[in-house]
């Protein structure tokens, strides 16, 4: 099973509050879980990323945890900013094609931080 | 500074056209993907190749081809244009054998089909 379930699809916070949005997944061969950012009228760009041998993996002020067992994780933003307010997608990637990493990508949240 | 380009931002196109979207990438990688982004639906893999004419279907080919003649160019063509068809068209490439994974995106084609 490819799929990677994404909640909430929606998300609106105030300046200073601590968004977190979820994911899970089947595929027990999944060996990376990155995390993409996008900006309206952007691509999608990567935020940050982890391996399933780490339980939490911080940059700045975004954190992801992971559950290898529960097959899910998650994404923190620390102290959100209006500049944070992006889509978000998780996503998970194996190397199934013989080397060539296929990702798996979440249906996206919509973070709005407002002032 | 890594780059990817799509050939239009925005598209408008009638139903039963032949489209091509573009996309080149300026970095040396082998593997390039072409994606449709939908509200609530995420992106979607439509095709993926992995080298100079090879190629490999993703999750939703139905409806659409490929084309990668040279490394740096990777060209997604609708045959018969449909208006279920219209969407933001994503198109990124990775190095093959990268430890990160990390997929570069190209700005999207916002494409309409009417």
């Known amino acids: 099973q490819q799929q990677v379930k994404q909640s909430p699809q929606s998300l609106i916070v105030q300046k200073g509050g601590i968004p977190i949005i979820n994911c899970a997944y089947e595929n027990t061969a999944f060996d990376y879980f990155p995390w993409y950012q996008q900006f309206p009228g952007k691509g999608p760009a990567l935020l940050i990323a982890i391996r399933p041998d780490v339980s939490e993996k911080k940059e700045g002020r975004f954190t992801i945890s992971f559950n290898k067992s529960a097959k899910q994780f998650s994404l923190h933003i620390m102290d959100s900013q209006p500049g944070d307010s992006a889509t978000y997608f998780c996503?998970?990637?194996?190397?199934?094609?013989?080397?060539?990493?296929?990702?798996?990508f979440g249906t996206g949240t919509k973070l709005q931080v407002i002032p | 500074d890594v780059k990817v380009t799509q050939s239009s931002r925005y598209l408008v196109k009638r139903t039963g056209e032949k489209v091509f979207l573009e996309c080149v990438q300026d970095m040396d990688h082998e593997n390039m993907f072409w994606y449709r982004q939908d509200p609530g639906l995420g992106l979607r893999l439509i095709y993926f190749?992995?080298?100079?004419?090879?190629?490999e279907k993703g999750d939703i080919p139905e409806g659409y081809s490929v084309s990668r003649e040279k490394k740096e160019r990777f060209s997604l063509i609708l045959e018969s244009a449909s208006t279920n068809q219209t969407s933001m068209y994503l198109c990124a490439s990775i190095v093959s054998g990268s430890l990160s994974y990390e997929q570069y995106f190209g700005p999207g084609t916002r494409l309409t089909v009417t």
């Open positions: 190749s992995y080298d100079v004419k090879m190629k």
């Open positions: 996503a998970a990637s194996n190397p199934s094609y013989g080397g060539y990493q296929k990702v798996t």
